[in-house]
């Protein structure tokens, strides 16, 4: 039998030496199984205050599911895979959402995963098709659900509550309050940890004029000002994001996108030369405002003014995230008001600077991966012993289950 890695252990190897106040305070109400609804800012580490103490509670005899985490996105069901990968607890892990073929699915669900995350609509698919039994699952997690609740998946994350029978336990989490729940979550007594009214480190909201209604040169300014920094700009519409796109392009600046109508592969890959600094700047809808695995943004731009203040606090948890500053800064056409929930702002003046410099990597797409048992290490061997390169122009990888991306320095 493997033996089972203590609290100690897997922050180790997550490089983390110790928990913070929210995580400390959610800790022992998961733990001992009851019921919580965990509020908190994004940013501050909610994905592993609950999976630390949940993953404690798999019996690693059971060859079927016990852990079912729900997401509202694959970007964010995604990040948790990765994290409960990263913990190396050695229980298997499986991500399924819409936008996949389902046949792949079910080959990745032949042998039972212990930690099932998925979106609610694709869940629910399995569920009704029996991929897999939910006699076992003692404990339900739903990630950012007033999320999933907004975007419509309330009758999904019905079926699916409905379905768990034997579920001992549900944990909800968000970073802002819902402020009521749908009746069958049914919680019994639910202990309620709320830190949502917490600034999250130091984050400063400014404001930025732009003299004309069409803000497009204000931006260019205001990004030449920000100079060579990760951060991104939110737009409320998908259009929108094409036509700021093709006037950065124009004006030298690389860039990914982010939104919807996007194929998942390329909101991926788009992510991905994000982390590893093909491009710096992301041009994103409110998609991008929740549950994203992009560390170190140093700054935020509200092209158009968020509908809610919901919105407005989940894009500011971009930046300032745990121990790190950050500036949310509003991009305002002088004659336009602010939204009643965002307060007066200190105005940031732009001076004059050059365009942000190109970035220094190029990112490598691999014809291999997870199972066809390819490691990091062996891609970096590749690329240092065959390639010739040092370790300082060999940047990120990233192992995907059938690819893997990796970053190299452009001017090898």
């Given at each position: 039998?493997?033996?089972?890695?203590?609290?100690?252990?897997?922050?180790?190897?997550?490089?983390?030496?110790?928990?913070?106040?929210?995580?400390?305070?959610?800790?022992?109400?998961?733990?001992?199984?009851?019921?919580?609804?965990?509020?908190?800012?994004?940013?501050?580490?909610?994905?592993?205050?609950?999976?630390?103490?949940?993953?404690?509670?798999?019996?690693?005899?059971?060859?079927?599911?016990?852990?079912?985490?729900?997401?509202?996105?694959?970007?964010?069901?995604?990040?948790?895979?990765?994290?409960?990968?990263?913990?190396?607890?050695?229980?298997?892990?499986?991500?399924?959402?819409?936008?996949?073929?389902?046949?792949?699915?079910?080959?990745?669900?032949?042998?039972?995963?212990?930690?099932?995350?998925?979106?609610?609509?694709?869940?629910?698919?399995?569920?009704?098709?029996?991929?897999?039994?939910?006699?076992?699952?003692?404990?339900?997690?739903?990630?950012?659900?007033?999320?999933?609740?907004?975007?419509?998946?309330?009758?999904?994350?019905?079926?699916?509550?409905?379905?768990?029978?034997?579920?001992?336990?549900?944990?909800?989490?968000s970073a802002t309050d819902?402020?009521?729940?749908?009746?069958?979550?049914?919680?019994?007594?639910?202990?309620?940890?709320?830190?949502?009214?917490?600034?999250?480190?130091?984050?400063?909201?400014?404001?930025?004029?732009?003299?004309?209604?069409?803000?497009?040169?204000?931006?260019?300014?205001?990004?030449?000002?920000?100079?060579?920094?990760?951060?991104?700009?939110?737009?409320?519409?998908?259009?929108?994001?094409?036509?700021?796109?093709?006037?950065?392009?124009?004006?030298?600046?690389?860039?990914?996108?982010?939104?919807?109508?996007?194929?998942?592969?390329?909101?991926?890959?788009?992510?991905?030369?994000?982390r590893n600094g093909t491009?710096?700047?992301?041009?994103?809808?409110?998609?991008?405002?929740?549950?994203?695995?992009?560390?170190?943004?140093?700054?935020?731009?509200?092209?158009?003014?968020?509908?809610?203040?919901?919105?407005?606090?989940?894009?500011?948890?971009?930046?300032?995230?745990?121990?790190?500053?950050?500036?949310?800064?509003?991009?305002?056409?002088?004659?336009?008001?602010?939204?009643?929930?965002?307060?007066?702002?200190?105005?940031?003046?732009?001076?004059?600077?050059?365009?942000?410099?190109?970035?220094?990597?190029?990112?490598?797409?691999?014809?291999?991966?997870?199972?066809?048992?390819?490691?990091?290490?062996?891609?970096?061997?590749?690329?240092?012993?065959?390639?010739?390169?040092?370790?300082?122009?060999?940047?990120?990888?990233?192992?995907?289950?059938?690819?893997?991306?990796?970053?190299?320095?452009?001017?090898?």
């Open positions: 039998m493997k033996q089972r890695k203590n609290k100690e252990e897997i922050l180790t190897k997550l490089g983390i030496k110790e928990l913070n106040e929210m995580q400390l305070e959610a800790y022992e109400p998961i733990s001992t199984q009851k019921d919580t609804i965990l509020l908190s800012p994004t940013g501050t580490g909610k994905t592993l205050a609950f999976l630390l103490p949940l993953v404690e509670q798999i019996d690693e005899e059971n060859p079927e599911v016990q852990l079912l985490i729900l997401a509202p996105s694959r970007e964010l069901a995604i990040q948790i895979e990765q994290v409960a990968r990263e913990m190396g607890t050695g229980h298997k892990v499986n991500v399924v959402y819409g936008g996949q073929h389902f046949s792949k699915d079910k080959i990745n669900l032949k042998h039972k995963p212990a930690i099932l995350i998925g979106t609610p609509g694709r869940i629910a698919d399995h569920i009704r098709r029996e991929t897999f039994i939910t006699d076992h699952i003692h404990t339900l997690v739903l990630d950012e659900f007033d999320k999933s609740l907004e975007i419509g998946f309330e009758d999904e994350m019905e079926q699916i509550v409905t379905a768990l029978y034997h579920c001992k336990q549900k944990v909800l989490t819902a402020e009521d729940l749908p009746y069958f979550i049914k919680l019994r007594s639910p202990v309620i940890i709320d830190r949502s009214d917490e600034k999250i480190n130091q984050l400063k909201v400014k404001k930025i004029l732009s003299p004309n209604k069409d803000k497009l040169e204000t931006l260019v300014k205001a990004l030449c000002h920000l100079g060579d920094q990760p951060g991104i700009v939110f737009c409320n519409y998908k259009d929108s994001i094409q036509r700021v796109s093709d006037y950065l392009t124009e004006n030298n600046i690389k860039h990914g996108c982010f939104y919807g109508g996007l194929e998942q592969n390329e909101r991926e890959r788009a992510l991905i030369k994000f491009h710096k700047l992301i041009i994103a809808t409110d998609l991008a405002a929740r549950g994203l695995d992009v560390p170190e943004i140093k700054f935020i731009i509200h092209y158009h003014l968020p509908h809610s203040a919901e919105e407005f606090t989940h894009r500011n948890g971009r930046t300032a995230r745990m121990n790190a500053d950050g500036t949310a800064y509003v991009l305002l056409w002088e004659e336009e008001e602010l939204r009643d929930f965002i307060s007066d702002l200190e105005e940031e003046p732009l001076t004059q600077a050059l365009l942000p410099p190109t970035p220094a990597w190029n990112t490598l797409f691999v014809s291999g991966g997870r199972k066809d048992k390819i490691s990091k290490g062996d891609l970096a061997g590749l690329f240092m012993k065959e390639g010739g390169l040092t370790k300082e122009e060999v940047g990120l990888i990233e192992i995907k289950p059938d690819c893997a991306f990796v970053a190299v320095k452009k001017n090898k």
